[in-house]
DNA sequence: CCACCTGATAAAAATTTCTTACCATATGAT
DNA sequence: ATCATATGGTAAGAAATTTTTATCAGGTGG
């Protein structure tokens, strides 16, 4: 019942009124004036009245002049279409939602975005940041597409790409006797207060897990945490990535005897496919990021 | 540097989604499945990134969840051309501008129109009442495709077939002594008071002319002339079609020996194409209105 | 009247689209 | 497990379409 119409011809009868005759059009299109004359009046057929006045100069006829905006509005539509498809197809124009965990989101991510966008100026970004626990979640329920973050589990649904590791160290303020050392063992923490974080959970393969247990508090938030440390209530152990490096209260000292560390890596649902704007960044982040230890 | 996208394979990718598989879709598009595999293809080879998530069950990707809402719009866009533009090559919808000589738009359109607009429902339709030169000139300038008139001169521009005569005759009181009789020649109007009118100028070839042109009175309105006929203030002379035919104070009678016609006719401009609906409106005029003399 | 436009036409070539026949894989029932 | 029966992919040839080349006919201006 319904034509099928081509955009392709459609374009030809733009042209050829806006160039005023079928050479003309034929010249612009790179095709030769009888494809066009026959395109046309394939057309012309199809839909059972004539476009063009057949007589001395081609005039539209009334029915032509009813098509061409029409026509012209389907090759704006296609035309648009096409070019915001082929943006997406190229990551060139689209929303990406990515997961970070909160060290990462803050030491990081800022600048290795900004470098992003330069290369991609047209994208949309949501940054959530989360738990490691969280992070994996919400890219395994597809919330996001991409995520960086240590690995809570590896249920099978999550792909993971290691970029860097990141060194546990012992937290403590300046004044602090431990602050001397340059590095720290285990046994050196004896009888500290050690106070637990949302990382601790990295000890708890360790010689150390029966401390962090043992700890009286427990605090999640780092802003809380931090303002313990400088009010002296006791130590901490944090990824060097989450110690917040321009503190000049607090002190970092790496922990070498049991060398534990927390293992940064790209997270994606492993059955499902990235958006081309996703397909953009992991690479960005594979090549920014990857083995770069900080 | 665009793509051109054909609207099939795009139809091609919805139908795949809408009925979950590549076979359903073909069956449903009376084509091979291959012919689909290959067209979606082809479609994603263009674009450069996959629609479908090529693995165990064939799910769209997240590009091709960003495209098939636009897919879908560019079809419906498509579709919704397609209907329109077939329906006005057929004449099934479309604005149709007329003019007529206002005794045929007052006589025959109002049932004319009904009849005509029973079998194409969809038309608009503008019918613009003028006398006879004014017609031809809305004709010959575009400001409407057809006319039904008597023709003013033929300057070339307009091509004229003959629908029906009417015959002029006298029109007076119905007491008036002429009113007697069943018909009439010129001579028995000697002595009478001649009211010129618009279609006065009918009898200006014959050898009444003198007469017309010596009438104390030349009114143009069809409402005042009536009113000046029906107080009695003369008579005068108009086609059958023109006469107020319910009036009772007034009759006609056919002037037989000058034995003056007004031809009635369709009127366009020769070198202009009709639109679809002028097209069918000018077959029912001709089927319905030729040769009917009233 | 002739050169030079215009668009139309016909036949052949090129390209695209479709079908047939076949393969590999996955699923569900026996 | 294995068999029937889905699914989609692949390749080769057939069919349809679009395009080009070559040529024609009509009109216009010098």
Redesign the interface.
Known sequence: M???????PLRYVITVVEEGSFHGAARRLHRSQPALSMAVRELEQR????IF?R?VKNRL???GE??LP??R??IG???R??????N???GRQ?HIHLATVPSVASRIMPAFLARFLEQFPGLNISLHDENAFYVCQMVAHGEV?LGITSLWQNDGELEYTHLFEDNIGVVCRQDHKLSAFKSLNWQSLQGEKLIGNGTSRLLMSTEAAEMVENSEFYISNMISLTAMLEAGAGITTLPRLAFPEHNENLCFIPLEDPGVVRRIGLVRAE??????A?QAMQAFVLQELQDKER
């Open positions: 319904l034509p099928e119409l081509k955009i392709q839909l059972g009245q004539n006045e007589g006829t009334p029915f009813y098509c029409r026509f509005d389907l539509q296609h035309d279409l096409a070019k915001d498809v082929v997406h197809a190229n689209g597409e059955n499902r496919a990235l958006s081309p996703a």
